[in-house]
């Protein structure tokens, strides 16, 4: 229902947006829910990469702060993360989730690809 696009492949050093859209999530209304966008790299376990919370509040993790940002448009239902700076490290699929209390849902993923 979450559904995630933006990924492919780029250089070191490139920019990818990602966006994920809401148009039928579990969730009547959008603009209350906590969004977030996590990845999991080959082999590793998912981790959180930035969340905006209803109040447009940030938080990046401290290995993409600097060169990813977080943001959401209530009234297109979309999340979006901009990345820039990508390194051979954010290789990673990347999901977006959507949170309301203890509920929660989660995108298909995207992946991303970064070459050296």
């Known amino acids: 229902q979450l559904q995630a696009s933006g990924g492919g492949l780029v250089q070191a050093g490139g920019s990818l947006r990602l966006t994920c859209a809401a148009p039928r999530t579990i969730f009547s209304v959008f603009s209350p829910l906590d969004m977030s966008w996590y990845r999991q790299a080959p082999g590793k376990q998912r981790e959180l990469v930035a969340t905006?919370?209803?109040?447009?509040?940030?938080h990046v993790a401290d290995s993409v702060k600097g060169r990813f940002t977080i943001s959401r448009n209530n009234s297109r239902k979309t999340l979006s993360l901009q990345m820039n700076n990508l390194k051979p490290d954010d290789t990673a699929v990347y999901y977006c989730n959507a949170k309301l209390g203890v509920d929660e849902s989660w995108g298909q993923g995207t992946l991303v690809t970064v070459s050296s």
């Open positions: 905006i919370s209803s109040s447009g509040s940030t």
